[in-house]
């Protein structure tokens, strides 16, 4: 694995789901059902470099999702996995290159567990913070997944919220 940094300022984004978007932190959501990079449980926090690659993110499963809410976050992360530079041999394991898997169809229509979730399991055991993965919805652009329980020390994720208009709760 090669790892890398997001410096102390960086941006990154995410759209939220209404139900989610009072929780714009917690990575509940993904610990529903498990997404990509995380197993069912596992509190992750899917970020974006890009806005239009957060909403595409929204997006993938149909483009008549409810309207989201676009969060901006400030952060500083280190060891993160950077599939970026992914490529064949060392310091890579070759399971890496299955990490485009179709993980819904592997996790709900054939019932085994994706590759993806192994990977997680690697880099939460190496004490890494999460993963930059290339987006397969918008490509170009570049996605951040966050271990909620790694976020300490000197890494931080903070959402932008000067006005403090996000939702209170799930019904407001």
Same mark, same amino acid.
């Given at each position: ?48 470099? #890009?806005?239009?690659?957060? $909403? +595409?993110?929204? *997006?993938?499963?149909? /483009? ?36 485009? #898997?179709?993980?819904?169809? $592997? +996790?709900?229509? *054939?019932?085994?567990? /994706? ?58």
């Amino acid at each position: 694995m090669i790892v890398t940094d997001l410096p102390p300022g960086a941006t990154l984004f995410c759209a939220h789901a209404p139900q989610w978007a009072s929780q714009p932190l917690s990575g509940a959501g993904a610990a529903l059902g498990g997404g990509r990079f995380n197993r069912q449980g596992v509190q992750a926090l899917y970020l974006s470099l #890009e806005e239009i690659t957060a $909403l +595409r993110e929204y *997006q993938q499963t149909s /483009p008549f999702l409810p309207p989201c809410t676009m969060c901006s976050y400030t952060v500083a992360l280190t060891r993160l996995v950077d599939l970026r530079q992914l490529h064949r041999g060392p310091p890579w394991d070759d399971l890496w290159h299955d990490w485009r #898997e179709d993980w819904r169809q $592997l +996790r709900f229509e *054939q019932h085994i567990e /994706p590759p993806t979730w192994v990977l997680a399991d690697m880099v939460l055991a190496k004490g890494c913070t999460g993963i930059v993965f290339p987006s397969l919805a918008h490509p170009g652009g570049t996605n951040v997944v966050v271990y909620h329980s790694q976020i300490s020390g000197g890494n931080f994720v903070q959402v932008n919220g000067p006005d403090c208009k996000l939702p209170c709760n799930q019904v407001s």
